[in-house]
């Protein structure tokens, strides 16, 4: 008789208990995996946590309510072999204690071929794209990602030989209206490197943004769609300057499979069909050595660090991104001595066009950006003179 009780007794408890895993909610099944044991990695100069990947691949993040806090949040695989920067004046040398205290020098700033195995999948997947890869199959990134080059030397800028301080001056010029009619371009050209990003219309506004084009910053959608849409206002073809670096913000799968199939080289008659017409953009001006790909470490540095919205504690938390020209900036920051800002917001922006190429707004997107806290962030790095922010009056 005791038996029989003991054995209800277990089956009682046995179902109560899986019944209440099942009716957790998925944010508590994520706290469940917080917990997690730190190991050392292989290329990470900090521990790493490896947790339940294969579960939480699982975990549609659609159910998530809100930004999931990890242990690991914190944790950035860094450079091996960090750019020396020899100039006095760099604002890497800045006296500004909150732009030291976020600032990470030698951080990891471009995906390659040697950045993507198990224990660095376990440590990625908790994070949302682009932040990481929550959700993601992870053959499926690795054989793209096993595409990319490692590059062979510090890639994207050097400093000018006829600069005997070693100083690299960068303009990163973004699209506002604030540059129409500013006569700002031959200012920008002046500079070593000029940054510009997506739907950067140059012909019919020279005087004002200037014609180089250094480093190209864009999205795979972005791209293809100012391709598709301004290009009656003058963005006809991909920026194809002699010596110039493109550089991909992989925000979604899709920028991934793009990536693919520009890299990818095949003997599949269709496959290399598709491989064209994706290289077709950059009219036989690619280079995979020129072509890079942001770190999901390096994009979630700078929201964590840098612009770290409320909205991220809203149900529409994994919508919130900064924009394509905030991470052009950062990148520029990470990569160049002294850094000025062309277009972007201030102030008195309500006085100018959305973009310095439309006579009309089209609407500005608050889907995605929190365009008050990069205003913010704009506004306290120029006035700590990390960067120089053009401000028209």
């Known amino acids: 008789m005791k038996l029989r009780h003991l054995k209800l007794w277990i089956f009682t408890v046995s179902v109560v208990c899986l019944l209440g895993y099942r009716i957790l909610t998925d944010t508590e099944r994520l706290n469940c995996t917080r917990n997690l044991t730190p190991v050392k990695t292989v290329g990470a100069s900090e521990g790493i946590f490896v947790g339940p990947h294969d579960v939480l691949a699982r ?26 920067m020899i100039c006095r004046h760099s604002l890497r040398n800045s006296e500004d204690t909150e732009f ?33 890869f929550m959700g993601y199959k992870y053959t ?11 590059p062979k030397e510090f890639p994207l800028l050097a400093a000018p030989s006829t600069d005997k301080q070693g100083c690299v001056r960068c303009a990163v010029v973004a699209n506002g209206g604030i540059l129409n009619g500013s006569k700002m371009g031959q200012t ?36 293809m769609a100012s ?20 550089v991909l913000v992989p925000v979604g799968l899709g920028d ?27 009219l036989d001006n690619f280079d995979e050595n020129k072509y890079y790909v942001l770190h ?14 409320w909205h991220l504690n809203e149900k529409s938390w994994k919508m919130f991104r900064p924009t394509s020209g905030a991470f052009s900036l950062f990148l520029a ?48 790095l120029h006035n700590s003179e990390v960067i120089n922010l053009y401000k028209r009056q």
């Open 188 to 223: 920008i050209d002046s500079h070593d490197y000029v940054f510009r990003m997506d739907g950067a219309v140059i012909e019919g506004h020279e005087e004002d943004v200037g014609i180089r084009t250094s480093v190209f910053v864009h999205t795979a959608s972005t791209l």
């Open 256 to 282: 991934l499979h793009f990536l693919k199939t520009l890299l990818l080289k095949t003997s599949d008659l269709w496959k290399a069909y598709k491989n064209m017409w994706q290289r077709y953009y950059f």
């Open 140 to 150: 499926e990134v690795k054989n793209i990602v096993d595409l990319i080059p490692k």
């Open 296 to 309: 999901p470490d390096f994009l979630r540095y700078i929201r964590n660090r840098y612009l770290k919205s």
């Open 59 to 84: 975990i549609r993040k659609n159910n998530i309510k809100e930004i999931p806090l990890w242990m690991l949040e914190e944790v950035y695989l860094r450079d091996s072999q960090p750019k020396e």
């Open 227 to 246: 391709l598709d849409m301004i290009q009656e206002l003058g963005f006809r073809d991909v920026p194809t300057d002699e010596g110039i670096s493109y």
């Open 333 to 380: 920051v990470h990569t160049c001595d002294i850094v000025n800002a062309y277009g972007f917001l201030t102030t008195n922006h309500r006085k100018f066009a959305e973009t310095y190429f439309k006579k009309t707004d089209s609407g500005v997107d608050y889907l995605h950006y929190d365009y008050n806290l990069e205003l913010e962030l704009l506004e306290r």
């Open 100 to 132: 030291k205290e976020a600032f990470i020098p030698d951080i990891q700033l471009f995906l390659h071929r040697d950045h993507i195995n198990i224990s660095e999948w376990n440590r990625l997947v908790h994070f949302n794209n682009p932040f990481g």
